[in-house]
């Protein structure tokens, strides 16, 4: 969103999975950005260590693939970065002015929203983020990990979202 909102003329689409518009939202995020260096690396130790159990906390009955992506998702990127990352939303979130940047993002980009069914009541989307989105898909059977639990289904809404502001060109 922001960099939407800095550059709305190079930046074609927004597409938001589960949200993130307050902390609420981008609660585990925010945690690691409040942690120091030794706990961040400890937490995300435990979840390299039990990978199968941190997926199961968020989606019943996880695949072998979908543990093995999340386990993707955690070494690829090294600790400091997941931290960094943290602190990104803890700076930028945290601020009355970012609801107000949301706002013009989707005022001046097009904007789809994508939020798992068993997670979306947990999501702290504002109504006028939903009704002034592209378009609000909510995946059927999905919660925090939309993007392994229907892999497919989600790059497909991506794709339509790209083509369609393509299409408009």
Known sequence: MLVAARYPVVVGAVVSIQGNFTLNDAFWSANLGRL??????????VLRDFPAKWVGNSMPNPSEEQVSSAIDWLNFQPVSTLKAIGRLFLETTDVPENLDTSRAVLENVSVSLIA???????????EWAISGARSFHVISGAGHLVPIE???EIATLINAASLAVELEA
């Open 36 to 45: 120091t260096a030794a706990e961040a690396t400890k937490e995300i130790a």
């Open 116 to 126: 798992g069914e068993r997670s979306r009541s947990e999501c702290d989307v504002p």
């Open 150 to 152: 229907p892999p497919v």
